[in-house]
């Protein structure tokens, strides 16, 4: 059992140190709706994958950046609101993964791995990637967290300060989709933006600064990835799941701090 969730719960404890400070941003940026529309775009990638032969895990995080720089230019080259141009690629992305599903015959795909996760069946050459994806992301994140920062709270000081808002914004984008892509397989297409804002949320009712939230929202998804793994380990729950719900569990005890004013 140790040989099966050692990995796992090691993959989980390096993925929190990018999922929850960006899940922060993702709280402060009102952004869920964005991580919801990369990960409903999952099933296309799965599809390009299994067309051109590439790995469903590779063609996934491809075609999130794809899809996350697309945004960014049709937000600037039209006049829709964001949440108009989210859904549409949100719906677009998922109806033409099924229909090219549907049209690739002589190919059985396990679309329940990839919708909520396979968690056991990460492996230590997963987790090199996995790693090796984590550093990068934290380098960049570690790198550009004050630009980020300033203009999140206030893009037009931000921009008085000689910061580039449209820059900041795209990397903000383009780490998110990175995150995204990388813990696909931890929790799934489906689940896979809990991962990011409830552990935010949570840290949130605790935090007076942006590093003590981010740092606290670290702390909240180990404890979550620990949590759900044990309850998968003795219930025999799905692993990506579990770790959802004891996610939730504390978001849930932290409603009763009482707030102050």
């Given amino acids: 059992m140790f040989e099966i969730i050692f990995p796992a719960w090691l993959t989980g404890m390096i993925l929190s140190l990018i999922t929850a400070p960006l899940g922060a941003f993702v709280v402060w940026r009102k952004m869920a709706y964005f991580g919801d529309t990369l990960s409903h775009s999952a099933l296309l990638g799965i599809a390009l994958g299994i067309a051109l032969d590439l790995n469903p895990y590779l063609a996934i995080l491809i075609l999130i950046i794809v899809l996350a720089l697309l945004l960014v230019w049709l937000e600037n080259n039209t006049h829709f609101a964001v949440d108009t141009l989210l859904g549409i690629i949100a719906h677009t992305s998922l109806s033409l993964g099924v229909v090219m599903i549907g049209l690739i015959g002589g190919v059985r795909v396990d679309l329940m791995n990839y919708l909520f996760g396979d968690l056991l069946a990460i492996n230590y050459q997963d987790l090199l990637w996995i790693g090796i994806g984590v550093v990068l992301v934290l380098s960049v994140l570690c790198y550009s967290w004050q630009n980020l920062i300033s203009a999140t709270v206030s893009p ?6 000689g910061i580039n808002v449209k820059k900041a914004r795209i990397i903000l984008m383009l780490l998110t989709a990175i995150t995204i892509a990388l813990s696909m397989k931890f929790v799934g297409a489906l689940i896979i933006t809990s991962l990011l804002i409830i552990p935010a949320a949570t840290a949130r009712r605790f935090a007076r600064t942006p590093e003590t ?17 044990i309850l998968s380990a003795f219930y025999d729950t799905a692993a990506g799941p579990s770790v959802v719900i004891c996610s939730s569990l504390l978001f849930v005890l932290s409603l009763l701090k009482k707030q102050e004013d």
């Fill in 156 to 161: 037009e000081l931000a921009q008085i300060e």
């Fill in 213 to 229: 939230m981010a740092f606290i929202a670290i702390l909240i998804s180990m404890i979550a990835v620990s949590g759900g793994l």
